[in-house]
């Protein structure tokens, strides 16, 4: 495009100002309301065509913000049309301007480049809909609930109250962890007790606490096995099934009831110790 610009020859150049100037010089009424004429039925059409899109939108449920994008974008290229119909009944050479809005479009796409890639960015999340308002997720790096789906940011609220608005660019190029798109999740955790405790002594005693809780599930069955036998431990596999609104209750819950329950029946929970031995050196002669 840049070369047709520049190929542009002085004379092509005189010819095409000479008649945009015999179009203006000749104008007459007939002309003017062949003008308007021309621009009202290019208008009529504009508004027919987005009223029909605009249903199609509605009809496919779309989300708003793609549906207010593509809106705009159209509605920005059937003026650009209107423009280059009338320019062409007055008598501007269509193919210098082409030539001249690609490398305006050129020029403006490379100075918005990011900008640009977070739209794109954005047209893919919302048509494929990974995630909606209210769930709670993992994106760009990002953990929170969403807030907002935008064309270029998307919202993203975390526990402790911050909104971050993550690039859509980003979220696009990464994996997108949703957390709340399921009814159920699942809760692991892993504890450790001394080689002194039998495995069937410790197992009956977590799910003792987890039978009790309200808000473990029992349809898939909770899961509790021996996963590892380590230096100075033995490490159980804990596997409970929960609303996905509870998981966090249930998490902590077992945590700390499954301690209890182990200070209880005397189940010990090893840790690390250091053992320090001095060796006292006897003095010559005694």
């Not at 920005?76 to 423009?83: A, C, D, F």
């Not at 979220?171 to 949703?178: G, P, T, Y």
């Not at 998981?247 to 320090?276: M, R, T």
Request: hydrophobic letters at 45%; aromatic letters at 8%; glycine letters at 6%.
């Amino acid at each position: 495009m840049l070369t047709n610009i520049t190929n542009i020859s002085p004379e092509e150049a005189e010819e095409t100002i000479q008649t945009v100037t015999g179009f203006f010089n000749d104008l007459n009424l007939q002309k003017i309301i062949t003008i308007i004429l021309l621009f009202v039925g290019c208008m009529v059409v504009m508004k027919i065509i987005l009223r029909l899109t605009d249903r199609a939108f509605l009809r496919l449920e779309m989300e708003k913000s793609l549906h207010t994008f593509i809106h705009a974008a159209l509605r920005v290229i059937l003026w650009l049309i209107t423009v280059c119909i009338v320019l062409d009944y007055i008598g501007v050479p269509m193919t210098s301007l082409v030539a001249v809005l690609g490398v305006i479009g050129l020029a403006v796409s490379l100075a918005i480049q990011g900008t640009l890639s977070n739209l794109a960015g954005g047209i893919q999340v919302l048509v494929s809909k990974p995630f909606k308002a209210g769930d709670y997720v993992e994106a760009g790096g990002v953990s929170g609930t969403v807030k907002e789906v935008g064309l270029a940011y998307t919202k993203l609220s975390t526990i402790d109250n911050k909104v971050i608005s993550v690039p859509n660019g980003q979220i696009s190029a990464e994996k997108i962890i949703n957390y709340t798109t399921a009814e159920q999740r699942r809760v692991d955790l892993k504890f450790t007790t001394s080689y002194d405790d039998a495995p069937e002594k410790v197992i009956a005693a977590i799910k003792r606490v987890i039978g009790a809780h309200p808000k473990a599930l029992f349809t898939p069955e909770p899961f509790v096995r021996v996963s590892a036998y380590l230096d100075s431990s033995i490490e159980y596999s804990v596997r409970v099934w929960c609303a996905t609104a509870d998981y966090w209750d249930l998490y902590y819950d077992l945590l700390e009831q499954v301690k209890a329950a182990f200070d209880a029946q005397g189940i010990e929970i090893p840790y690390n110790h250091l053992n320090v031995h001095l060796i006292r050196e006897q003095q010559q002669g005694e």
